[in-house]
């Protein structure tokens, strides 16, 4: 079981996350490589919330084949390459977390490895042996 930790004497989140995110000991942990907005035939879904989605989606379906799903994530760390995409990106992440906001981190980056990936999003999970 992940618990959750926004500490009262600390400035509150900027949005929908906790402060920390803590596993049991002997958790098991899945370390999710950055997933893109990319189909399962391999082409890009198009437009920033379709990847979004699709990132998410993706992520899900690498939880689901451990064993895991999303009350076990413990962090996600997003990339965006455009700040106007940020409330889009907050809505999406929060429908998909729901009542599990997980630990976070978000940046604005230059670009990604690929010049049409709108959004990349790497996570971690863990889940009590």
């Not at 004497?9 to 893109?36: C, D, F, K, M």
């Not at 980056?109 to 999970?125: C, Q, S, Y």
Request: proline share 4%.
């Amino acid at each position: 079981m992940i618990r959750l930790h926004t500490p009262n004497t600390i400035a509150a989140p900027a949005s929908r996350y906790s402060h920390g995110a803590e596993a049991g000991p002997n958790a098991r942990w899945l370390h999710v490589s950055g997933q893109v907005g990319s189909n399962a035939d391999g082409s890009l879904a198009e437009g920033f919330e379709a990847q979004c989605h699709r990132v998410w989606q993706n992520t899900l379906a690498v939880l689901e084949e451990s064993g895991m799903g999303v009350k076990d994530i413990v962090k996600v760390n997003t990339l965006l390459m455009s700040r106007e995409n940020l409330a889009q990106m907050r809505e999406i992440r929060d429908s998909y977390l729901g009542d599990h906001p997980a630990a976070s981190t978000l940046s604005i980056v230059a670009g990604l490895a690929h010049p049409d990936w709108l959004v990349e999003m790497e996570t971690i999970a863990a889940q009590e042996a």
